[in-house]
């Protein structure tokens, strides 16, 4: 076979395959060649359709190159059938001149309804969907009106009371208007209709219909036929009338509602945002719909993560978490949400949206960690806050108290709270306390109490401290302040023996002023003319006149520490004082120096030193404060005046302050921490306001629920909201717990009453109480090699430890996990170990974890008070045990706790 048959053939297979009847016709209008499609369609053998003139198929027309609609056509065995032609010329060929191809147009839904499909099984597809079919042919009035069509209008299959030209009374004659002009519109653009409206049937009831279709046309734009359904739609509008009423309801309430309601699609669009979260992101309602939330409002290193997770829920490979919060964006800054989700499915239950409604807490989490902070400042501050604080009613009952030094309260620790001051004090102490109790309670101010209590052979002494609090208590701060008085009667020995010396001193000058006098009086008389000598006699002049005017000062101004006389021109006069020698000013300072020679002294401080002597020469008194080898000085400058009462020289007063100043900073350290106490007060009680919070809620909505299902058969129901209050309860006996535990660890009222029990059988029962607690699918696995474990510890704090532990790894791991409980016994030691499958703890925070009030960073969005743990290893600690933990995050947690064995005997 050649080239040119080759390709011969190859055409033939091409022209067979097609699925469109082809005839092709020579310049005479015959037929010279036809598929197989074609032979099929009109009927004929491939031989008998060759060789027919064009006429003996097709109508009479001169047919050029170009498309002609709705050709009527004649088949061999005398059918007519509607079709669509396309004519193509042939170029370049002798013999063929053009090509028709036929569609054959008749094959639409109704006739393949009719001829084709099963019509039991169009009948049951019309039934199920309340549709009927119809179609009427208009050159030969062929009608065709499907049984459901009739019993949608309430007629029987084939009532001659509904034909193409009544049908239109069938319509409401409010609706007949649209009607007619959605039909005409159809038929002068050529376009299927569809309209909605009523029809009214005999019975005078009235259905909602949907009706809608297509008219043919042939080539001459002529209608040749129309063919429609009509579908049954009174069921939707009812429903949709309905839904209509229940979404305006239900956006009413969203748009008024305090918390964040969002609704975003499988694209990560924004579907819906209500007022409030159209508040809180800061945007308009124009603005937000069709937003990317992940794009726009989620930070960038979160985005990822958080797209995929909503991918996965949206695909149903997991399932939305119940609550969980995290970080948005609102116009650069970063707001936290906590967030309730839920989600939306298509007819397929196919899901489509997630719902999510939040709560801006981001005022509320910084408030958690100033509270956290708060609360270590005061807890730091009782344990280094060295005085004793009492709270007392108006009659003088100890309501509460801290006392670091339990030596101190006169009584044991457990007979002070409920008891009266009476009971407790020295009757002469009692006394004095209670007048001024009494006088702080009418006059609302604060009053300050001595008192001595004898002890030992040694007298203590007590400063208090009264403040009122309300009408009815009272705050007492008492300090041991038997050092101060101790030193107070120092000082006050020191200032004795410096008004002593200051007289002796002062003895001493007038008798040098004495002796200057007469060697003056000598220098006069022998009537020495040279100038030395009348030099020598004014330098005694002067310090005569310095002398006298020295001890007057002294005498006045001269306190603990020393004395400097400068002259106008800073040279050092006159230096004394214990001081001098105590700090060794000996080897630097001395009489007739210089200030700008004295070395000890920095350039900056001599020019300052220089400022002040003048300042004091010209008549200023000065006073301030100085600090040399860890010493204070308090400095008084005087002028002293000579005979002529002119100013000569200036005198500094260097009074040591230092322990004062200790006491100073001892009273300000003082209040401070004092003030951290209050602060940690108000952290802990707003903490502890939210943690009751959450679980309260849940048990009053529960009961509230509870109260609605009281009927018969709602059984089931009642104890699905009496397990969750058992549950919240449970939860909030914890919370409580560990407050109590708290306190009682702080006030040092923990002791440890050792009992000998199983440790294995104590185990069991525990878990057994606890699974009230645990999550859906959640499974406690305790195993031992050993029956018996019998151990001596405090039933009590073992029970606090062990649920702890096993509330954490429940609260920590998710659904359908595993807890396993193992206790192990040695020759030495028992040991409990918990592990979980929970979220882990990061590695950088590990050294953390048993810190009071610390959670970790993964835990922010679950509930608790982070002081569980802490409780814990103090209590573990208490019965000589240790515990140790292993985590990794995302992989779980594994807590040890270890303790020796009791001594047999």
Not at 4 to 31: E, G, M, P, R
Not at 383 to 405: K, S
Not at 415 to 433: R, S
Not at 470 to 494: G, Q, W
Request: with cysteine; aromatic share 8%; net charge positive.
């Amino acid at each position: 076979m050649n080239k040119h048959q080759k390709h011969t053939a190859l055409l033939q297979q091409i022209f067979d395959a097609s699925s469109q009847a082809i005839l092709v016709i020579d310049k005479y209008k015959t037929i010279i060649q036809v598929n197989k499609v074609a032979c099929d369609f009109f009927a004929f053998e491939k031989a008998a359709l060759i060789g027919l003139k064009l006429d003996a198929l097709f109508p009479a027309i001169n047919y050029k190159e170009g498309n002609y609609k709705g050709i009527w056509i004649h088949k061999k065995n005398g059918l007519k059938a509607l079709v669509d032609l396309r004519v193509q010329t042939i170029h370049d060929n002798d013999i063929a001149e053009a090509a028709f191809y036929i569609t054959n147009i008749a094959d639409n839904l109704i006739f393949q309804s009719t001829h084709k499909i099963n019509r039991n099984n169009l009948l049951n597809i019309e039934s199920d969907g309340n549709i009927g079919t119809w179609h009427w042919i208009f050159d030969t009035d062929e009608q065709h009106w499907s049984d459901e069509l009739y019993k949608i209008c309430r007629l029987s299959p084939g009532d001659n009371n509904l034909n193409a030209r009544t049908a239109v009374l069938f319509l409401h004659p409010d609706d007949r208007e649209l009607a007619r002009k959605t039909m005409n519109y159809a038929i002068e653009n050529k376009t299927p209709y569809l309209y909605e409206n009523r029809i009214l049937r005999p019975d005078g009831t009235i259905r909602f219909i949907r009706a809608k279709g297509k008219m043919e046309f042939d080539s001459a734009s002529k209608p040749i036929q129309i063919s429609g359904t009509v579908k049954d739609i009174t069921e939707i509008k009812k429903a949709e009338i309905t839904i209509k009423k229940e979404k305006n309801l239900l956006f009413n309430y969203m748009d008024t509602a305090s918390s964040i309601f969002l609704v975003i699609n499988a694209n990560h669009k924004i579907e819906f945002a209500n007022r409030k979260a159209r508040e809180v992101l800061k945007v308009l309602d124009s603005e937000i719909i069709g937003k990317d939330w992940f794009n726009s409002f989620i930070p960038k290193h979160n985005r990822k993560q958080l797209s995929t997770l909503f991918d996965q829920v949206i695909k149903g490979e997991t399932v939305p978490p119940d609550t969980y919060e995290n970080i948005i964006l609102v116009e650069n800054e970063e707001r936290l949400i906590q967030w309730r989700n839920g989600i939306l499915r298509d007819a397929n239950k196919n899901i489509i949206s997630i719902v999510s409604s939040g709560i801006d807490i981001t005022e509320q989490t910084y408030n958690q960690k100033k509270l956290k902070e708060q609360i270590d400042k005061n807890a730091a501050l009782l344990r280094a806050i060295p005085d004793m604080i009492f709270i007392q009613d108006n009659e003088g009952t100890f309501l509460d108290f801290h006392a670091p030094d339990p030596t101190k309260l006169l009584t044991s620790k457990n007979k002070v709270i409920g008891n009266n001051m009476k009971e407790i004090l020295p009757a002469k102490v009692h006394k004095l306390f209670h007048q001024a109790q009494l006088r702080v309670l009418k006059k609302k101010q604060v009053e300050m109490v001595e008192y001595t209590i004898e002890e030992l052979e040694r007298t203590i002494f007590y400063e208090a401290r009264i403040v009122p609090m309300n009408a009815k208590k009272l705050l007492t701060i008492i300090r041991d302040v038997t050092v101060e008085k101790k030193n107070e009667k120092e000082l006050e020995e020191s200032k004795r023996k410096l008004k002593i010396y200051s007289e002796i001193l002062e003895k001493k000058v007038q008798k040098s002023s004495k002796e200057i006098k007469v060697a003056k009086e000598q220098l006069v008389t022998s009537n020495l003319n040279l100038k030395d000598q009348i030099q020598e006699t004014q330098v005694a002049e002067k310090i005569a006149l310095v002398s006298k005017s020295l001890s007057t000062a002294i005498a006045k101004n001269f306190p603990n520490g020393f004395i400097i006389v400068f002259s106008i021109n800073s040279e050092i006069l006159l230096k004394e004082g214990e001081a001098i020698s105590q700090l060794k000013l000996n080897k630097f300072i001395s009489e007739g120096m210089f200030v700008d020679d004295v070395s000890i002294v920095s350039e900056k401080q001599k020019k300052k030193i220089k400022v002040q002597i003048r300042e004091t020469i010209n008549g200023k008194h000065l006073r301030f404060e100085i600090k040399y080898k860890k010493k204070h000085f308090s400095v008084n400058t005087k002028p002293l005046l000579d005979e002529n009462d002119t100013i000569s020289s200036a005198l500094f007063v260097y009074n040591d302050i230092t322990f004062q100043k200790k006491i100073e900073l001892k009273v300000q350290n003082a209040l401070k921490k004092e003030q951290q106490l209050n602060e940690l007060k108000s952290r802990f009680i707003s903490m502890a306001s939210h943690e009751f919070r959450t679980p309260l809620s849940a048990i009053n909505t529960s009961a509230i629920l509870i109260d609605k299902q009281n009927e018969p058969g709602k059984e089931e129901k009642r104890e699905k909201y009496v397990g969750k209050i058992k549950k919240n309860v449970k939860n909030l006996v914890v919370i409580l717990n560990d407050f109590l535990s708290l306190s009682k660890l702080e006030e040092g009222n923990i002791t440890v009453h050792g009992e000998l029990f199983d440790l294995i059988d104590f185990s069991k029962k525990l878990i057994e109480e606890i699974k009230i607690t645990t999550k859906v699918g959640q499974n406690i696995i305790f195993s031992s090699l050993e029956s018996k474990v019998f151990i001596k510890l405090d039933p009590k704090l073992v029970r606090h430890i062990l649920l702890n532990l096993l509330s954490n790894s429940i609260k920590y791991s998710p659904e359908n996990s595993q807890i396993n409980f193992k206790i192990k016994e040695n020759s030495t030691h028992v040991s409990i170990e918990i592990k979980d499958q929970g979220i882990g703890i990061p590695k950088e925070e590990q050294k953390q974890l048993f810190e009071r009030f610390f959670r970790a960073r993964n835990t922010y969005n679950i509930e608790g008070t982070g002081i569980g743990l802490n409780i814990v290893k103090q209590y573990v600690e208490l019965m000589n045990g240790t515990i140790d933990f292993k985590s990794q995050m995302n992989n779980g947690s594994t807590f040890k706790v270890k303790w020796p064995k009791p001594n047999e005997k």
